[in-house]
């Protein structure tokens, strides 16, 4: 069998039912990149970008995926077309965050970090993470809560959660007649809600603790796909 031509959910089920070594070369060639800018981007908000000690974290996302004979991958049930890559970069932003949360235990705030709009948006997508459910609903009202006090319109706040939360595509919201939009136009709300509210979790940032609780929520990665990637 030819790995490379499977679907990504396809390769995905072939690896949590078999240990062939070809599928899993093929894995790993695959899902590398993504692992790694999860990975990198975490080292830089803690300042660090030592290249061994990321990949070292990749390979211990690796390890992560096939622990408990692989029950990420057998568990993983696709919500999107691009849910897998959501749910490994999330994975992957978890093994850094908690590897230089532990590196920084005992300095005075450790264990902290402000989550802002770009470390939530993989959140919002990331909807095969069933475990995360409490937090996810924590962060959904946060951002629920700040969008309505920005948009003028109830059409801004729908495009919003359609692009982040149903994962469709500026074309394609430009599709639905009623808004009246072009691709460019939802584009453009789509930049201004991004960038109001960044400004608006920067003002009152929403607080990230080590545990699970009802006053943190968890999550990394980027609502700009290629903004600073190594």
């Known amino acids: 069998m030819k790995y490379s031509s499977l679907s990504c959910d396809e390769l995905v089920r072939t690896c949590a039912e078999s240990r062939n070594p070809e599928a899993w070369a093929e894995f790993v060639c695959r899902f590398e990149k993504p692992i790694r800018i999860a990975v990198w981007r975490v080292a830089q908000r803690y300042g660090k970008n030592?290249?061994?000690?990321?990949?070292?974290?990749?390979?211990?996302?690796?390890?992560?995926?096939?622990?408990?004979?692989?029950?990420?991958?057998?568990?993983?049930?696709?919500?999107?077309?691009?849910?897998?890559?959501?749910?490994?970069?999330?994975?992957?932003?978890?093994?850094?965050?908690?590897?230089?949360?532990?590196?920084?235990?005992?300095?005075?705030?450790?264990?902290?970090?402000?989550?802002?709009?770009?470390?939530?948006?993989?959140?919002?997508?990331?909807?095969?993470?069933?475990?995360?459910?409490?937090?996810?609903?924590?962060?959904?009202q946060e951002l629920d809560k700040i969008l309505c006090s920005i948009c003028s319109e109830e059409r801004d706040r729908e495009i919003f959660w359609l692009h982040y939360r149903q994962g469709l595509a500026a074309s394609h919201i430009a599709k639905i007649t009623h808004y009246g939009l072009t691709a460019k136009g939802v584009e453009s709300i789509l930049h201004r809600l991004r960038t109001q509210l960044r400004g608006k979790l920067a003002e009152r940032p929403v607080t990230l603790s080590g545990r699970t609780r009802a006053e943190g929520v968890q999550d990394e990665n980027t609502l700009s796909q290629g903004e600073g990637q190594p």
């Open 50 to 140: 030592d290249s061994a000690l990321i990949r070292d974290l990749v390979q211990d996302t690796f390890i992560k995926v096939c622990d408990d004979n692989c029950r990420l991958l057998r568990h993983f049930k696709p919500s999107h077309q691009d849910a897998f890559f959501c749910m490994l970069s999330v994975t992957a932003a978890n093994v850094a965050r908690d590897h230089f949360r532990a590196s920084h235990s005992g300095k005075r705030g450790s264990g902290q970090e402000n989550i802002g709009l770009d470390e939530a948006s993989i959140f919002i997508v990331a909807t095969s993470l069933g475990s995360d459910h409490m937090e996810r609903q924590i962060l959904l």
